[in-house]
């Protein structure tokens, strides 16, 4: 009984992560889609990979905004990436937020990209807070298989 | 040449595909990795293109198609995808978060067989193969259309199968009929049936390359065919298929350094920052009276196939200035093997340029698909080629896609008022025009090499050589008008020397008959002239592949060669391209129309290696 619960809560929980746009169902369920015996915990796999190399993305945009004079270019090659690399989990808001970084980047707006940078980096950090506890719930409702 | 499908693995086609994923982003690399063994295939992963590009090359038969982002730390995309089309000939699928038009442009216009964008869904996966088993039907075809642009009608591959579909008759080699009743064909047929005909892939080693260059030049570009070749080269295992699609390549390849010579090296015959003039010989000028006439240039007149038509893109981002001939032939389908002679130019470029090529073209002009301005990154193409009038064929390397290729060129304003069939597009084509086919889209980076058909123009005539100029130079229209089938901009009949270009005055000898007319950005067209710059030197070296070291350190130059022009790794098709304009009709060489699918590039044979185009080849 128990379980039941906690697997629908993992179902709400899920639900409302695309509800709220943080994620995009189609690209998430995808990614669902992929895990099986031989990988079945895939989508957390992705997901852990996703957090640590942003963080190495982040790294470098911060060193970039803080040099003088700033590489717009630059910057927004790096954004780019971490861009491309959101995409890969569905991540709607992160993605948003980039693209307003860029926007800041091409006008050369450097307070504007540190600006957008910081709402990259929040939207980013909610994010893995909301996945963290979604994958929490489903090891909790014994619907991740542990190899 | 053709890849081997004999593998066990045909059954079951498309099972067991051997993919090459390269993305510079571990996430996604590793998705995709996830996505592509779901299918069925086999999957290789890199996260690195020059890693990508050594496992291509060990293993060169051991891929059957790559996937790759665009946007990579070491190596920029569309690079690896000119390396992969012109070393390995394989399929290429771009990916990225970027769908911006002028980006997919760009990708089609290095030659990728499809352009996906992230986030990327298993069933675009899925359907990868096609671009593997088309890449096949389409060797076979250009294959076939060497041979009867030889003189041989009827090529079968050894197999009856293809009798029929495959029969071409040199007057018949663009005919979309046919195209269809090949795809038809195949349609019906079972893959196995294609692949149990295939020869295994011929690997072009060094040696064998060397062996290949040093016939082509014996030959004598004028005359080079891949039998004439075959012959000389004293292999027993090759056969004229072979040689033929690697001829195909190398006039692409030439075409491509010469595109990247031109670009590189300033006006004054300087060398190109990242060549050495000498080696950046062996591209085309375009000679400033074009003197279509077969066999005009004096030595070594080079005949590139139409593939070698350099096309440039410009980013537009960076290149937005930049006057790319670009010879667009917005043929719905690209048809391989068209080939467009390139009239010979008569004269000749100025001292800088010492390359040599002469294009012939066929009346029917280069078909080139490949729309698009790309970021010429150094310096601009500089399209100078003595065209010779001679029919030659222009093979153009089996290019799935449709959209037209554009070849930049510098464009020449020729002096004739028939308008310029070369249209200029400083940004990037348009998707493939599907009316005329022979649009040259001349983007010039630099000033414009005249192209003049008359005998009589005179270097003043003529802008100068192009020579890329570092930075690119507004021009104002690009984009949009670039490709069409009118010619947008026409070229006004004379010749404005552009403030991008220097003073140089390179002869541009394009003498293209182009049926359609060409359309030129007018913006761009300053010069207006074709100025067609092959960078043979580099393009060779890359064959080579960097088999020795002066080779070697080219090998990043060429790179940077590749970005310049992005002929290499279209398939352009050349068609009736025809470039009224400047020639004196007289000058003119008209190629009967059969032979306006052809059109053959020849390269003069340099006797130093692979310096092909050493020696001037517009000789007015």
């Given at each position: 009984m128990e379980r039941n619960q906690l697997q629908r809560q993992v179902a709400l929980k899920r639900s409302s992560l695309f509800e709220q746009q943080f994620l995009d169902p189609q690209q998430f369920v995808q990614l669902e889609d992929l895990e099986d015996d031989a990988n079945p915990n895939f989508v957390e796999e992705i997901v852990t990979l996703f957090y640590k190399d942003s963080a190495r993305l982040f790294q470098k945009i911060e060193q970039t905004m803080q040099s003088?004079?700033?590489?717009f270019g630059k910057l927004d090659d790096y954004m780019h990436q971490f861009k491309g690399s959101s995409s890969s989990i569905g991540a709607i808001k992160v993605k948003n937020e980039c693209s307003q970084f860029k926007e800041f980047c091409l006008a050369g707006n450097a307070e504007g990209c540190f600006w957008a940078f910081q709402r990259v980096k929040q939207e980013h950090h909610t994010l893995r807070i909301q996945l963290e506890s979604y994958f929490q719930l489903r090891k909790q409702a014994g619907l991740v298989r542990h190899v | 040449m053709e890849s081997s499908f004999s593998s066990p693995r045909n059954d079951s086609f498309p099972a067991g595909l051997r993919v090459l994923v390269v993305d510079d982003d571990p996430t996604w690399l590793k998705i995709l990795e996830k996505m592509l063994k779901k299918c069925s295939y086999e999957v290789t992963t890199c996260g690195l293109a020059r890693e990508a590009l050594n496992l291509l090359r060990e293993k060169k038969?051991?891929?059957d198609i790559v996937v790759s982002d665009v946007n990579m730390p070491d190596m920029d995309g569309f690079k690896l995808l000119e390396h992969v089309g012109l070393e390995m000939d394989l399929p290429v699928i771009m990916m990225s978060v970027d769908g911006e038009t002028s980006r997919v442009m760009k990708g089609v216009q290095h030659g990728a067989c499809d352009y996906l964008l992230k986030p990327i869904r298993m069933k675009e996966l899925r359907n990868i193969w096609q671009h593997v088993f088309r890449k096949k039907i389409h060797e076979i075809r250009d294959i076939e259309s060497h041979e009867s642009i030889e003189g041989i009608q009827l090529i079968r591959n050894g197999s009856d199968q293809y009798d029929e579909g495959y029969f071409f008759s040199a007057e018949d080699l663009t005919s979309s009929r046919k195209r269809k009743d090949v795809d038809n064909k195949y349609d019906d047929k079972d893959f196995s049936d294609c692949s149990s005909t295939k020869k295994a892939r011929v690997v072009w080693s060094v040696d064998l390359h060397q062996k290949f260059v040093k016939a082509v030049h014996q030959i004598g570009f004028d005359k080079v065919g891949p039998k004439k070749i075959l012959d000389l080269m004293n292999v027993p295992w090759l056969t004229r298929e072979n040689v033929a699609s690697h001829l195909q390549k190398y006039r692409l390849y030439l075409s491509r350094l010469q595109k990247e010579n031109d670009i590189k090296s300033s006006f004054g015959g300087t060398k190109h920052s990242d060549y050495s003039s000498k080696d950046l010989q062996g591209i085309l000028s375009v000679q400033n009276s074009i003197n279509i006439q077969q066999n005009d240039v004096a030595h070594g007149s080079y005949r590139f196939s139409g593939n070698n038509l350099v096309a440039q893109n410009a980013d537009p981002k960076s290149n937005e200035g930049d006057i790319k001939g670009i010879v667009s032939e917005p043929v719905a389908e690209p048809k391989k093997g068209t080939t467009s002679n390139i009239p010979d130019s008569q004269k000749t470029r100025s001292s800088q340029m010492d390359f040599n090529s002469s294009y012939t073209e066929t009346k029917k002009g280069l078909v080139g698909n490949v729309p698009h301005s790309q970021k010429i990154r150094s310096s601009q193409m500089c399209v100078n080629h003595s065209f010779a009038s001679v029919e030659s064929e222009v093979n153009l390397t089996a290019f799935d896609s449709t959209i037209p290729a554009t070849y930049s060129w510098n464009q020449i304003q020729l002096e004739k008022e028939h308008k310029p069939l070369i249209q200029l597009n400083n940004g990037f084509s348009k998707p493939p025009l599907p009316g005329p086919q022979h649009h040259f889209q001349a983007d010039q980076l630099q000033s414009i090499p005249s192209i003049s058909s008359r005998p009589s123009i005179p270097g003043g005539d003529v802008t100068g050589s192009s020579k890329s100029k570092p930075s690119y130079s507004e021009y104002t229209n690009h984009h949009g008008s670039c490709v069409s089938p009118t010619i947008s901009?026409?070229?006004?009949?004379t010749i404005s020397a552009t403030d991008s270009f220097p003073g140089q005055t390179k002869s541009c000898v394009v003498d293209h008959q182009v049926s359609e007319t060409i359309s030129t950005s007018t913006s761009n067209m300053k010069n207006q002239g074709i100025n067609l710059s092959i960078d043979l030197e580099s393009a060779q070296r890359n064959l080579i592949l960097g088999s020795t070291s002066p080779f070697a350190s080219l090998d990043d130059e060429f790179q940077i060669c590749w970005y310049q022009g992005d002929c290499y790794g279209m398939n352009l098709e050349l068609q009736n391209i025809e470039f009224s304009e400047c020639t004196d009709p007289t000058h003119v060489?008209?190629?009967?129309a059969h032979l306006y699918d052809a059109l053959r590039f020849e390269y003069p044979c340099d006797p130093s290696e692979y310096c092909v185009l050493d020696q001037g080849l517009f000789i007015a």
């Amino acid at each position: 009984m128990e379980r039941n619960q906690l697997q629908r809560q993992v179902a709400l929980k899920r639900s409302s992560l695309f509800e709220q746009q943080f994620l995009d169902p189609q690209q998430f369920v995808q990614l669902e889609d992929l895990e099986d015996d031989a990988n079945p915990n895939f989508v957390e796999e992705i997901v852990t990979l996703f957090y640590k190399d942003s963080a190495r993305l982040f790294q470098k945009i911060e060193q970039t905004m803080q040099s003088r004079p700033i590489d717009f270019g630059k910057l927004d090659d790096y954004m780019h990436q971490f861009k491309g690399s959101s995409s890969s989990i569905g991540a709607i808001k992160v993605k948003n937020e980039c693209s307003q970084f860029k926007e800041f980047c091409l006008a050369g707006n450097a307070e504007g990209c540190f600006w957008a940078f910081q709402r990259v980096k929040q939207e980013h950090h909610t994010l893995r807070i909301q996945l963290e506890s979604y994958f929490q719930l489903r090891k909790q409702a014994g619907l991740v298989r542990h190899v | 040449m053709e890849s081997s499908f004999s593998s066990p693995r045909n059954d079951s086609f498309p099972a067991g595909l051997r993919v090459l994923v390269v993305d510079d982003d571990p996430t996604w690399l590793k998705i995709l990795e996830k996505m592509l063994k779901k299918c069925s295939y086999e999957v290789t992963t890199c996260g690195l293109a020059r890693e990508a590009l050594n496992l291509l090359r060990e293993k060169k038969d051991g891929y059957d198609i790559v996937v790759s982002d665009v946007n990579m730390p070491d190596m920029d995309g569309f690079k690896l995808l000119e390396h992969v089309g012109l070393e390995m000939d394989l399929p290429v699928i771009m990916m990225s978060v970027d769908g911006e038009t002028s980006r997919v442009m760009k990708g089609v216009q290095h030659g990728a067989c499809d352009y996906l964008l992230k986030p990327i869904r298993m069933k675009e996966l899925r359907n990868i193969w096609q671009h593997v088993f088309r890449k096949k039907i389409h060797e076979i075809r250009d294959i076939e259309s060497h041979e009867s642009i030889e003189g041989i009608q009827l090529i079968r591959n050894g197999s009856d199968q293809y009798d029929e579909g495959y029969f071409f008759s040199a007057e018949d080699l663009t005919s979309s009929r046919k195209r269809k009743d090949v795809d038809n064909k195949y349609d019906d047929k079972d893959f196995s049936d294609c692949s149990s005909t295939k020869k295994a892939r011929v690997v072009w080693s060094v040696d064998l390359h060397q062996k290949f260059v040093k016939a082509v030049h014996q030959i004598g570009f004028d005359k080079v065919g891949p039998k004439k070749i075959l012959d000389l080269m004293n292999v027993p295992w090759l056969t004229r298929e072979n040689v033929a699609s690697h001829l195909q390549k190398y006039r692409l390849y030439l075409s491509r350094l010469q595109k990247e010579n031109d670009i590189k090296s300033s006006f004054g015959g300087t060398k190109h920052s990242d060549y050495s003039s000498k080696d950046l010989q062996g591209i085309l000028s375009v000679q400033n009276s074009i003197n279509i006439q077969q066999n005009d240039v004096a030595h070594g007149s080079y005949r590139f196939s139409g593939n070698n038509l350099v096309a440039q893109n410009a980013d537009p981002k960076s290149n937005e200035g930049d006057i790319k001939g670009i010879v667009s032939e917005p043929v719905a389908e690209p048809k391989k093997g068209t080939t467009s002679n390139i009239p010979d130019s008569q004269k000749t470029r100025s001292s800088q340029m010492d390359f040599n090529s002469s294009y012939t073209e066929t009346k029917k002009g280069l078909v080139g698909n490949v729309p698009h301005s790309q970021k010429i990154r150094s310096s601009q193409m500089c399209v100078n080629h003595s065209f010779a009038s001679v029919e030659s064929e222009v093979n153009l390397t089996a290019f799935d896609s449709t959209i037209p290729a554009t070849y930049s060129w510098n464009q020449i304003q020729l002096e004739k008022e028939h308008k310029p069939l070369i249209q200029l597009n400083n940004g990037f084509s348009k998707p493939p025009l599907p009316g005329p086919q022979h649009h040259f889209q001349a983007d010039q980076l630099q000033s414009i090499p005249s192209i003049s058909s008359r005998p009589s123009i005179p270097g003043g005539d003529v802008t100068g050589s192009s020579k890329s100029k570092p930075s690119y130079s507004e021009y104002t229209n690009h984009h949009g008008s670039c490709v069409s089938p009118t010619i947008s901009p026409t070229i006004s009949p004379t010749i404005s020397a552009t403030d991008s270009f220097p003073g140089q005055t390179k002869s541009c000898v394009v003498d293209h008959q182009v049926s359609e007319t060409i359309s030129t950005s007018t913006s761009n067209m300053k010069n207006q002239g074709i100025n067609l710059s092959i960078d043979l030197e580099s393009a060779q070296r890359n064959l080579i592949l960097g088999s020795t070291s002066p080779f070697a350190s080219l090998d990043d130059e060429f790179q940077i060669c590749w970005y310049q022009g992005d002929c290499y790794g279209m398939n352009l098709e050349l068609q009736n391209i025809e470039f009224s304009e400047c020639t004196d009709p007289t000058h003119v060489t008209e190629v009967p129309a059969h032979l306006y699918d052809a059109l053959r590039f020849e390269y003069p044979c340099d006797p130093s290696e692979y310096c092909v185009l050493d020696q001037g080849l517009f000789i007015a």
